[in-house]
């Protein structure tokens, strides 16, 4: 019977270790480009992940650093997501200034369609549009649907990683970009 007792305590200690190594959060260590890596907030924003514009142009997560970001991914088959679209597009207007950016991560599988969608939809737009699908900026992140909205302060930390859709412009969320600029 106490054998039982103590190979049960030594089991659910070793399991309690083991979960707790697993867990990265705070780690200073970015994921190298394409590995597979669930950031959330209070991790930092890889420098080195590769991102690619619409159009063809490459850019990389160090061509931010020293700026607020707001990152989301969407589609143009996502109703929410296009119901939340004005607000990224005044969010940027009006922060735009003080260096804050929006990077649109297009999750559709042809990123040209879903832009030229979006500008039917909103107009023409200052916000960045990505190509999202199969990139490595979508590794880095446990996306359970879209829109899924993602802010990294001017330091590169994470401080809000979540699904669903939210009106940008509301007292609540510009707190939370006033909170990383």
């Known amino acids: 019977m106490w054998r039982f007792v103590i190979a049960s305590i030594v089991l659910v200690g070793a399991l309690i270790f083991y979960v707790g190594s697993q867990k990265s959060k705070g780690s200073n260590n970015p994921p190298a480009i394409g590995a597979q890596k669930n950031l959330q ?3 930092i924003f890889p420098a080195n992940v590769e991102l690619e514009l619409v159009g063809g142009k490459k850019v990389h997560g ?8 707001l990152i989301n991914f969407w589609a ?5 997501c296009l119901h939340e679209m004005p607000s990224l597009v005044a969010v940027q207007k009006e922060y735009g200034p003080r260096g804050f950016e929006v990077l649109a991560i297009d999750m559709d599988d042809n990123p040209s369609e879903g832009s ?16 999202g699908t199969d990139s490595p900026v979508q590794s880095l992140f446990d996306i359970s649907g879209v829109p899924f909205t ?4 001017k330091g590169g930390t994470i401080r809000f990683a979540e699904a669903g859709e939210a009106d940008w412009m509301s007292q609540e969320m510009r707190q939370k970009i006033e909170a990383i600029l």
Request: charge should be positive; glycine fraction near 8%.
């Open 41 to 43: 907030a209070g991790d």
């Open 62 to 69: 160090s061509d931010f650093r020293s700026h607020p970001l």
């Open 76 to 80: 143009a088959w996502c109703g929410p």
């Open 116 to 131: 030229k969608q979006l500008k039917q939809k909103i107009g023409e737009t200052q916000l960045q549009i990505f190509r």
């Open 150 to 153: 993602v802010l990294v302060d």
